[in-house]
Nanobody, 120 residues
Framework: QVQLVESGGGLVQPGGSLRLSCAASGSAFSGYVMGWYRQAPGKQRELVAAITPGDSTNYADSAKGRFTISRDNAKNTVYLQMNSLKPEDAAVYYC??????????????WGRGTQVTVSS
């Protein structure tokens, strides 16, 4: 399995920025689809952004234009740059690594999350 450790969360004012990092274990990081999810209290976990091995990206509508996902395969790390933060962005942010096993099965591994609080 893939071990994932998120970092970079914290308290930020509305309109501010944070950069989240997720460090992954193993030797096959470059082949994983990496994603950032978030879950606010009382809400379901939702996809925020994802990036493929080919660097294609997808964003939730709420994140488009404000968030940027990127990866550094040499460091086994995926990032989420969050700008123009809003109170509605407050949540625990989780890192996900998706890998394909035998071309028929996908496995998701999750980090423990990092808290993002947006408040004045």
């Amino acid at each position: 399995q893939v071990q994932l450790v998120e970092s970079g969360g914290g308290l930020v004012q509305p309109g501010g920025s944070l950069r989240l990092s997720c460090a992954a274990s193993g030797s096959a990081f470059s082949g994983y689809v990496m994603g950032w999810y978030r879950q606010a209290p009382g809400k379901q976990r939702e996809l925020v952004a994802a990036i493929t091995p080919g660097d294609s990206t997808n964003y939730a509508d709420s994140a488009k234009g404000r968030f940027t996902i990127s990866r550094d395969n040499a460091k086994n790390t995926v990032y989420l740059q969050m700008n123009s933060l809003k109170p509605e962005d407050a949540a625990v942010y989780y890192c996900d690594a998706r890998r394909i096993v035998f071309a028929t099965r996908s496995i998701d591994d999750w980090g423990r999350g990092t808290q993002v609080t947006v408040s004045s």
